[in-house]
Structure formats: C-alpha cells, structure tokens
Nanobody, 115 residues
C-alpha cells in the first residue's frame, strides 16, 4: 500500500503560479513512476505530467513549457510547478503512484484559475 497526500492547491489569477506537492508513504520502494492528473467538471480525468523512477518526464501537450514535474527522493515527495496558469487549468489535481501492485491515488487538491 502507498499513501499519497497532496497539498498546494488554491485560487490564483490567470498568469499566476502554484506549486503542488505530493508526499508518499508506505511501500514506496514499489513505486516505478509518479504523476499528476487532473479532472475538470464534466470531463474525464487526464494525465498532466509523469516522472519515472529513472527521472524521465512526460507532459501533456497543453502544459508543456508551463508546468514542471520534479521529485525530492529524500522527502519522498513529488512536485508540480505550474506557471502561466490559464482558466482552462482549473480542475481537481490528483497525485498517482504506479507500482507493480497497481496504482494509488491521493485525495485531490483543487486548483482554480480565475480573475
């Protein structure tokens, strides 16, 4: 089992920045990738950014050049730095840990981009 706790969401104006954090605990040695997903009202959950245990990153086209995923292995924490935020980035953001035993999800954190 892996437990994930997200933080850092909130309300920000268009063009602003936020940093999300996801702290992992439990059987973290089984994790081979972690990622951020988001779900806007009335839409399906979509992948935003993924980082593998080897450090390879992958981004959705809609966030390339604006969002950066990173990790601090000492703190078992993954971050999502979000810059130049747009109203269409408004969603609940979820952290995911992929393991050989399946995927685990955090509770989600709301990000609202509005003036």
């Amino acid at each position: 089992q892996v437990q994930l706790v997200e933080s850092g969401g909130g309300l920000v104006q268009p063009g602003g920045s936020l940093r999300l954090s996801c702290a992992a605990s439990g059987s973290i040695f089984n994790i081979y990738a972690m990622g951020w997903y988001r779900q806007a009202p009335g839409k399906q959950r979509e992948s935003v950014a993924i980082i593998t245990s080897g450090g390879t990153t992958n981004y959705a086209d809609s966030v390339k050049g604006r969002f950066t995923i990173s990790r601090d292995n000492a703190k078992n924490t993954v971050y999502l730095q979000m810059n130049s935020l747009k109203p269409e980035d408004t969603a609940v953001y979820y952290c995911n840990a992929a393991t050989v035993h399946g995927g685990f999800w955090g509770q989600g954190t709301q990000v609202t981009v509005s003036s």
